[in-house]
């Protein structure tokens, strides 16, 4: 081997050794335990056999570096530890997938900083039904949509869009009453005839409440999806 070859050889492997070592220290680096904003998110879909649930710990608020936590750290959903993760976009992640079809009820995250001091959050996840059967083609008059699983202050983001392109459709939330959403004939006279795809998600967030300083928000998020024909 020659010697340029050589020693260009040896200055790549000590770079890679050198990234390995940056990016170990960096799960530990130094962060006071007051600034670490916690930022939890829970997504299901109808019909996805698993939903996901990823949590980050950022450095001071939710735009924040993410971080790792070297022992005595650790996170936990109702008890399974979960290993870090990272990636080029988001950083540091601890992310764990479960079956959906079995996920429905209380749970609890479990963080244990590097001081060893527990934060405890508990939170309720409750996949939504959509009653109302939906036909491959409906016809532009008032659409009445029956839902199960949904408390009485709860929102729906109704999301209703064409394949026309000529308008943005409709995006915007709607409170549920009773159980039930109208989406009325004014609104279906904004949509083009033809093929239509319908989108509902709940939208959850609220306050992590055994938090840092920094504090810290849980989300959750399930959405449902038809397609039909719009038809005059």
């Known amino acids: 081997m020659k010697g340029d070859q ?69 996170v936990e959903v109702d008890g399974q530890r979960i290993l870090a993760d990272s990636s080029r976009m988001s950083g540091y992640f601890y992310e764990l997938q479960k079956p959906g079809a079995d996920f429905a009820g209380p749970h609890f995250i479990l963080f244990t900083s590097s001081t060893g001091k527990e934060y405890r959050e508990e939170f309720n996840f409750q996949p939504i039904t959509l009653l109302t059967p939906i036909g491959d083609t409906v016809r532009r008059d008032e659409l009445v949509l029956e ?46 005839t033809g093929p239509v795809q319908l989108e509902l998600i709940r939208e959850y967030e609220r306050g992590v409440k055994n938090r840092t300083d920094a504090g810290g928000r849980l989300q959750i998020t399930y959405s449902l999806k038809r397609e039909f024909f719009l038809k005059d």
């Open 147 to 192: 839902f199960e699983g949904l408390g009485p202050d709860d929102q729906i983001r109704l999301l209703l869009t064409d394949t026309s392109f000529i308008n943005d459709g409709i995006n915007r939330m709607e409170k549920i009453l009773d159980g039930r959403l109208v989406i009325s004939r004014e609104d279906l006279e904004t949509i083009g």
């Open 6 to 74: 050589f020693r260009c050889m040896v200055m790549a492997i000590l770079l890679v050794l050198t990234g390995c070592k940056n990016a170990d220290k960096k799960g530990d680096q130094p962060v006071s335990p007051d600034n670490i904003y916690f930022d939890y998110q829970v997504t299901g879909a109808e019909g996805d056999d698993n939903l996901t649930i990823k949590l980050q710990y950022r450095e001071e608020d939710e735009e924040g570096d993410g971080l790792a936590f070297g022992e005595p750290g650790k």
